[in-house]
């Protein structure tokens, strides 16, 4: 099978995850955002951190 294909079946099933094992769905998603931030500049991680606030 194609490595494009898979990865969009993969993307493609994540309603249906959510709606299976909605804890382990937004464990992932956190370590993904996680990943994300610590990849970010000081000032890039201020500037999320920022639009977070109420």
């Known amino acids: 099978m194609d490595r494009e294909l898979m990865i969009e079946y993969c993307v493609g099933d994540l ?3 959510l709606k299976r094992d ?10 993904l955002e ?7 500049s000081d000032g890039e991680l201020l ?8």
């Open 15 to 17: 309603q249906d995850w």
């Open 47 to 54: 500037g999320v951190y920022q639009e977070t606030l109420p």
């Open 22 to 31: 909605p804890g382990s769905f937004w464990e992932h998603i956190a370590e």
């Open 34 to 40: 996680r990943s994300h931030l610590n990849s970010l």
